[in-house]
């Protein structure tokens, strides 16, 4: 790990959050062999799009059209259906399974790439500098 000679590590690149723009930049950067480090806000990496915002709702979506049974209606008949009641729980356990996975897809992309990520708020008080 690179340091200064107070030993605090040195980064060629910061990136605050770990949503979509945050992955993919400390991707490519780890990917061009720069050294970069994630400061993530949340208890777990993935951003809005992963725990609030685009994939809960499409997986809830996806979930009750798989389990209703519309999308095999025009081949099974109007009275099909995967599962005769769906629940709360039933959504709720689909979209812990998927958020889960998400993840994990994205914790491996950061270790494979040797990206390092760290947990609390930060901002930048320069262009060379943050808190």
């Known amino acids: 790990m690179p340091t200064t000679d107070t030993q605090?590590?040195?980064?060629?690149?910061?990136?605050?959050?770990?949503?979509p723009a945050g992955r993919r930049a400390a991707i490519q950067a780890a990917k061009l062999n720069k050294r970069v480090m994630v400061?993530?806000?949340?208890?777990?990496?993935?951003?809005?799009?992963?725990?609030?915002?685009?994939?809960?709702?499409?997986?809830?979506?996806?979930?009750?059209?798989?389990?209703?049974g519309w999308r095999e209606r025009e081949f099974y008949g109007r009275a099909y259906r995967a599962k005769q009641d769906i629940t709360?729980?039933?959504?709720?356990?689909?979209?812990?399974?998927?958020?889960?996975?998400?993840v994990e897809v994205l914790e491996h992309q950061f270790a494979r790439n040797n990206v390092d990520t760290?947990?609390?708020?930060?901002?930048?008080?320069?262009?060379?500098?943050?808190?």
């Not at 605090?8 to 949503?19: A, E, F, K, Q, R």
């Open 8 to 19: 605090t590590p040195t980064y060629d690149l910061l990136v605050i959050g770990s949503g």
């Open 39 to 68: 400061v993530e806000r949340g208890h777990r990496v993935g951003g809005v799009s992963v725990h609030t915002g685009t994939i809960p709702s499409k997986t809830l979506r996806e979930t009750v059209l798989n389990l209703s």
């Open 88 to 102: 709360a729980e039933d959504l709720g356990k689909r979209l812990q399974i998927t958020l889960d996975h998400e």
């Open 118 to 131: 760290v947990f609390g708020s930060a901002r930048f008080l320069s262009p060379i500098a943050c808190r």
